[in-house]
């Protein structure tokens, strides 16, 4: 009975706070309860027992989306703030109504559907070179999807790169955010590499620790602890590029001399794995970090 | 297989050398092209002799791994993309006005032809969204290099293709809800018309209309591609715009089941019908000469729609030869047609379309490259267009019952010259006195010609073409 | 009701509440906000197919992180790309007046 | 039989004003004596080649290029005696009208621009005679369109780029409809080549439905550019051009290629049985009959000499349609004798009135007064031509009149009759005016400045002029039009 009344109560708390982000009368108001769904999501895909998820959830979803909100939001005050008058459309509002019904209807008996996959991904668990499932599809089953995805990552850096931002005016640090940012840093930092390591054996993985790896940066760029280097300067430069640049490299080397498109072969597998996902980690942080506090003078092509 | 993987990790590896030395050489992206061209060649003659080939990624077979497949389409896709981008790389090269020397255009171009490639070979439909995702976000920010004036259209860009994206996921969410698998060629034998794979199929329509911008879903298409860079528009709507049409007529070509098929066609036709007349109409009335350009590209893609829709609806296969040939000569004809209004436009200072008054004197090639490529869209023998349309008009005059359809592709016809020789006229009459720093560029108008020139070639290797087009695709 | 068809049709709800906003909404952060939340409504369906009781699907959480990375890297870009928007927009006002 | 060089041939007819034509482009304008010279190079090396073909269809050889385009459907050149006709028609007006237009033009801008449109127009006239199917028609159809709306819009007026967007509405409107036809007919049977007889006769009972549609489609296509009436819309306005494009294209090449497909269609696609067994021509004799009266009143009402002409044009083509409509073998023998006739009389008058214009200034029918005395020779030129369109024997009208009128009675028509002899009656209403005005009427205006017109436009204009009156006169001898009329209807019909 509790189960039932946990599982409901998680399900309309989502809808509500949904609900309220979209139609808070203030812009600042509107991004809390938006930050608070976020970190209500990542509990729900830690109930539903997907561990992996929820620190994905609350590293990137809800952490850095967040803060990215916030940094819009304090660039540009909100000059008039009256109530955001939805467009009178309506078949914006019909719309979804109409699409409801179609929906339930194909939803319903999606519970009984067919599932071969998992058994296969038990089957060949041991030949992927890594102890946990998700990190094995992830990495080595399905390698080609991550590979695409890095690229996505660094599309996301090449276009902050194109666009002419005003440069932000640096405010002094808070001395306590100073005194909290000379413990959390390290202990991202730290945790970030233990979830590194756990990756290949439990959840965790490169995702998660670059997202921890990236706001630990913030951090420490926002109390004015880290320069800003330049893009041109490659100390910047190759490790944003790093996660890319080693996957596509492997990806290469394995399709000329190994035995083809992104075969690790079966003895160096967890080596591989583990290389690329520590490339990929660095490489999401470095990036993460630009996209959120990326300076104008750094990200110029 | 090996030359297609070739013909992809050509233009990635050249970009990210790019970006890592930090340069801006055009030299470096056009013989990556061109090594893409000639493999991407070399895969389509493997293609045709030892048809569809495929490969399971990592080794995993799929349904667990993702399989990349070959068909006789999708080489023939890679070399179109490939050819298309070492046309455009000269232009860009060569033409003062790409906004190429203080941005990323040069790697951003290589990765929008890696992810291209990628999409025409995958074979995997969650394979597909991180494809279609690459695709848009790689658009989106070409179109942001053309300055702070086209971030609002980039913006809005973006949301809609984020959304559309979504739109898709939800559709394979469900889709592998009931199968279990997401390999094309396994969700082809398992596919059946329950109301969970009909909504599905559904959704992932939607999703692909609106980043396709086919008709009535094309709302964001005309901003984006005028605002964005003269080389940057001629990518998108000779092939932005295909991926996600490519992915359309797999969905409904080979995993939708028949009956789906059937019910669905009318509707893609209509709404093919639909961007013809109303695409045609809004070009008719565009003030602008790249706006102009863009709605062309909306009307355009009706024809396709029109071809798709009535594939499906009859079962009549020789109408894919038609898609395809018309997917081909509308990429030449519009980067012809992109490049030329592009250089006219910055030539002549002016984005309105009177500033093009007298064009044939002032800018005799561009001029005439814009109209050579306009004859290939109206469908004037023996353009590609005509190829294509023939193509489509044979099946619909066949039977009486059919004619309707064909009064369709008629009045596309007529909007299509209307506004083709709108422009054409306006450049007969009596040139306006040019700007002191007027100084057109010859060489890049006669490359913004080539292409046009290619759409019109294509009559002279028109019988195999459509020979092999009618026989491959099965 | 089994705990996965709740939380399908939460996930289907969100869906559909993300494209109302954003169709609805005229602010490009809000329109942004609800992209994310038709995400999470996405992401929230694949979710509960994953983890059906009879056997928990690793692919298809892998799919959900992968799909999420795409999803923050993409909303990244929308939110810096909507700030820069909005210095243009400020800026030609600026040079109006 | 055919050597090693004959296919090539009707492509080097093509091409021998093609290349000159592109080469011209590239001119700048003050290159004058190399756009002369590559004018008439290309002028007289077609007409060679023409006679070379005349002679060698005369021994029996036969003249086929073949290219493949669509599946089943090969780009064809054919040289028969239909296409040859048309041919040398075109390629000597071509020569006369070059001269013609180099003396029209000279000091004026564009000249460049205007010659190498002008060669390509006449390559894409002669590529559709000579063509052998009918894609390969509609082909040349279109790119007649193209090719002849830069010369329409030369002037660059704001009245010249009206009737340019009128022409093109209109004709890129009947290639769209042309094109339907030729794919329907193509879906329902192929499209093998042109033959003697028509090749639909097979499928008569099947596919009636499809086979009226598609003529009704192609005479609707074919009859924009041959000025049928509800279609003729383009021809009046399209006068705003330069008199050589009025003489050559909108006289000639143009409306004749409407007339021409019309030609082709009856007789080497349907065939006379087919189309008199589905009852198709009976709407068509009509429309032409309404058309020649209409034009000729028409032409009463216009002040503007060359507007006057244009519905002149429009009233004499419809003979030509008339004649293929009639069905009979005799009315064939005047259209087609019609078809060279018009043209040759047509072409002086547009020439007379380049003339009047650019020598005296002369753009009215009031202000020819007297024109007589001031340009004796070029106002006997356009008595000789006004006489023979009234039909007056022994020109050239009279001769395809006289045919036409014959054989309407020979397919009992009696009413075709009537209609001929009103719009000769027209006829001498509208030109004898201006006759009687160019040389009894007292000049009211002073004199113009020279008394007759250069010689660059004067010779051209003798030249057809003289013709007129030739070909009137010998028309019995095998050499004439009417002979060579004869001698396709003969083979057409199978006599």
Redesign the interface.
């Known amino acids: 009975m509790t189960e039932w009344l946990v599982d409901s109560g998680l399900g309309l708390a989502l809808l509500l706070l949904a609900a309220a982000t979209l139609y808070a009368p203030r812009l600042y108001t509107s991004v809390v309860f938006f930050m608070g769904f976020g970190l209500l999501m990542a509990i729900v895909w830690a109930r539903l027992g997907a561990a992996d998820l929820a620190l994905a959830e609350a590293a990137i979803g809800a952490g850095l989306t967040g803060v990215l909100l916030m940094g819009a939001l304090r660039e540009h005050p909100p000059r008039t703030e009256r109530a955001p008058r939805p467009r009178s459309l309506l078949w914006a509002a019909l719309l979804p109504l109409a699409v409801l019904p179609l929906l339930v209807e194909a939803i319903l008996p999606l519970s009984g559907g067919a599932q071969p996959l998992p058994a296969q991904v038990d089957a060949q668990l041991a030949y992927s070179g890594v102890s946990h499932p998700v990190t094995a599809v992830l990495l080595n089953f399905r390698s080609w999807d991550t590979l695409l995805e890095l690229l996505v990552v660094l599309f996301a850096l090449l276009g902050t790169r194109q666009l002419a931002l005003s440069s932000r005016h640096p405010h002094p640090p808070w001395p306590l955010l100073l005194a909290w940012c000379r413990w959390l840093a390290p202990l991202a930092f730290l945790l970030g590499a233990y979830l590194l390591w756990r990756g290949a054996k439990a959840p965790g993985g490169a995702f998660q620790a670059g997202a921890l790896w990236a706001s630990a940066i913030v951090m420490l760029r926002l109390n004015g602890l880290l320069p800003t280097v330049s893009w041109r300067d490659w100390r910047l430069r190759l490790p944003a590029l790093l996660g890319v640049t080693v996957f596509v490299l492997l990806a290469v080397a394995t399709w000329l001399w190994g035995a083809g498109w992104l075969v690790w072969p079966p003895g160096a597998a967890k080596a591989l794995i583990l290389l690329v996902e520590l490339a990929a980690s660095v490489g999401i942080a470095i990036t993460l970090a630009l996209l959120v506090m990326g300076e104008d003078r750094e990200l110029r092509p | 297989m090996n030359t297609a993987l070739l013909s992809l990790s050509a233009p990635l590896l050249a970009a990210l050398w790019l970006l890592l030395t930090h340069r801006r050489q055009a030299p470096v992206v056009i013989v990556a092209s061109l090594i893409s061209l000639v493999a991407a060649v070399f895969s389509l003659y493997q293609v045709i002799d030892a048809g569809e080939q495929s490969l399971a990624l990592g080794g995993w077979e799929s349904p667990l791994g993702i399989r990349l497949r070959l068909m006789p389409v999708s080489a023939m896709l890679l070399t179109f993309t490939a050819l298309i981008h070492s046309l455009v790389g000269l232009y860009a090269w060569r033409s003062r006005h790409s906004q190429t020397r203080h941005t990323d255009y040069w790697p951003l171009s290589c990765l929008l032809h890696a992810a291209l490639a990628a999409l025409w070979l995958s074979h995997d439909i969650f394979n597909w969204y991180v494809t279609l995702e690459l695709l848009g976000l790689v658009a989106v920010v070409m179109v942001c290099l053309a300055g702070p004036k086209a971030y609002g259209a980039a913006l809005r860009y973006l949301l809609l293709s984020l959304a559309a994206s979504l739109c898709y996921l939800l559709g394979v969410a469900l889709l592998y809800g009931v199968y279990g698998v997401l390999d094309v060629s396994l969700l082809a034998e398992a596919a059946r018309a329950d109301p969970s794979t009909r909504t599905a199929l559904m959704l992932m329509t939607v999703g692909l209309m609106l980043k396709a911008a086919l008709w009535p879903l094309h709302l964001w298409l005309p901003a984006a591609h005028s605002s964005a860079p003269t080389a940057v528009s001629a990518l998108l709507s000779a092939l932005v715009v295909k991926g996600p049409l490519f992915i359309l007529w797999l969905l409904w070509s080979r995993v939708a089941p028949e009956e789906l098929g059937q019910a669905a066609g009318p509707w893609l036709a209509l709404a093919g019908v639909g961007a013809l007349l109303v695409g045609g109409w809004s070009a008719l009335r565009a003030p602008l000469i790249k706006l102009m350009v863009a709605y062309s590209t909306v009307a355009q893609l009706g024809y396709a729609l029109l071809a798709l829709g009535l594939m499906l609806h009859w079962r009549e296969l020789s109408l894919d030869a038609a898609l395809w040939l018309f997917v081909l000569a509308h990429g030449l004809a519009k980067v012809s047609m992109f490049l030329a209004a592009g250089e006219m436009q910055s030539t002549l200072g002016s984005r309105r379309l009177d500033s093009l008054k007298g064009a044939t004197q002032t800018m005799p090639v561009a001029m005439f490259a814009f109209a050579v490529a306009g004859g290939s869209l109206i469908g004037l023998p023996p353009s590609g267009g005509f190829l294509a349309k023939w193509l489509l008009l044979l099946p619909l005059l066949q039977n009486p019952a059919h004619w309707p359809w064909a009064l369709g592709v008629m009045l596309g016809t007529l909007i299509s010259a209307a506004y083709v020789f709108r422009v054409v006229a306006i450049s007969f009459d009596r040139a306006r006195p040019t700007s002191p720093d007027f100084n057109p560029d010859r060489f890049a108008q006669w490359l913004s010609l080539l292409p046009a020139l290619l759409v019109w070639g294509m009559a002279l290797i028109s019988e195999q073409l459509i020979l092999w087009l009618t026989g491959a695709t099965l | 009701m089994s705990q996965t068809l709740f939380y399908l049709l939460v996930g289907a709800g969100l869906w559909l509440l993300g494209l109302h906003g954003l169709l609805c909404l005229r602010q490009p952060l809000r329109r942004i906000m609800a992209v994310n939340i038709m995400g999470s409504g996405v992401f929230m369906v694949m979710l509960a197919l994953a983890v059906r009781p009879d056997s928990p699907d690793p692919v298809l959480q892998a799919l959900i992180v992968t799909g999420l990375v795409v999803a923050a890297s993409a909303t990244a870009l929308a939110l810096r790309l909507a700030s820069a928007d909005r210095d243009r927009a400020q800026k030609t006002a600026e040079e109006g007046e | 039989m055919s050597l090693l060089w004959t296919p090539f041939l009707p492509l080097a007819i093509v091409l021998s004003s093609l290349i000159p034509g592109l080469l011209i482009f590239t001119l700048r304008e003050e290159q004058q004596r190399t756009r002369v010279a590559l004018n008439l190079v290309g002028v007289v090396l077609k007409l060679l080649l023409v006679v070379v073909m005349l002679a060698g269809v005369a021994q029996g050889f036969t003249f086929r290029f073949q290219v493949?385009?669509?599946?089943g459907v090969p780009?064809i050149l054919q040289g028969d005696a239909l296409s040859l006709q048309f041919v040398s028609l075109s390629s000597l007006l071509w020569l006369a009208t070059t001269i013609y237009a180099i003396g029209y033009f000279r000091g004026s801008p564009?000249q460049s621009?205007f010659f190498g449109y002008f060669s390509l127009c006449v390559s894409a006239t002669v590529g559709l005679a000579l063509a052998g199917n009918l894609?390969t028609f509609?082909?040349f159809y279109?790119?007649l369109t193209?090719a002849t709306?830069?010369l329409v819009?030369h002037k660059?007026?704001a009245a010249a780029?009206d009737a340019?967007?009128r022409y093109?509405?209109y004709t890129?409107?009947g290639?769209?409809?042309t094109?339907?036809g030729v794919?329907?007919l193509?879906?329902?049977a192929a499209t093998p080549d042109f033959t003697a007889g028509g090749y639909l006769a097979p499928l008569l009972g099947e596919v009636d439905?499809?086979l009226t549609l598609a003529f009704a489609l192609l005479i609707a296509g074919l009859g924009v550019k041959a000025a049928l009436v509800p279609l003729h819309g383009w021809l009046p306005r399209a006068m705003v051009a330069p008199a050589p494009v009025s003489a050559l294209l909108h006289a000639v090449a143009v409306v004749k290629a409407g007339a021409f497909g019309i030609i082709r269609v009856v007789y080497d696609v349907y065939g006379v049985e087919t189309v008199a067994a589905l009852e198709l021509t009976r709407p068509l004799l009509y429309l032409a009959g309404f058309t020649i009266v209409y034009g000729s009143l028409m032409a009463l009402r216009q002040r503007d000499i060359k507007k006057r002409l244009a519905f002149s044009t429009v009233s004499q083509v419809s003979y030509i349609t008339l004649g293929v409509a009639l069905l009979g073998p005799v009315a064939a023998v005047g259209a087609l004798a019609h078809l060279v006739h018009q043209g040759l009389m047509k072409v002086t008058l547009f020439y007379c009135a380049g003339s009047f214009a650019e020598t005296c200034g002369v753009h009215q029918v009031q202000e020819m007064d007297g024109l007589g005395r001031r340009m004796p020779l070029t106002m006997v030129a356009f008595t000789l031509a006004a006489l023979g369109m009234i039909g007056i024997p022994p020109l050239a009208g009279f001769i395809s009149k006289w045919y036409l009128g014959w054989g309407a009675l020979a397919v009992d028509e009696p009413w075709v009759l009537v209609v001929l002899v009103v719009s000769g009656i027209l006829n001498a209403a509208y030109f004898l005016p201006m006759i009687y005005r160019g040389w009894f009427a007292a000049s009211k205006t002073g004199e113009c400045a020279r008394t007759e017109a250069p010689a660059m436009l004067l010779w051209p204009t003798l030249f057809t002029a003289a013709l007129v009156v030739l070909v009137g006169v010998f028309a019995a001898f095998d050499l004439s039009p009417l002979a060579w009329a004869q001698l396709i209807v003969d083979r057409e019909f199978g006599l």
Do not use: D, K, N
């Open positions: 493949p385009f669509l599946p780009l564009l621009r894609v509609l082909l279109e790119l193209l709306f830069p819009v660059g007026t780029l340019g967007r093109l509405a890129m409107g290639g769209t409809l094109l339907m794919a329907l193509h879906s329902v439905v499809s």
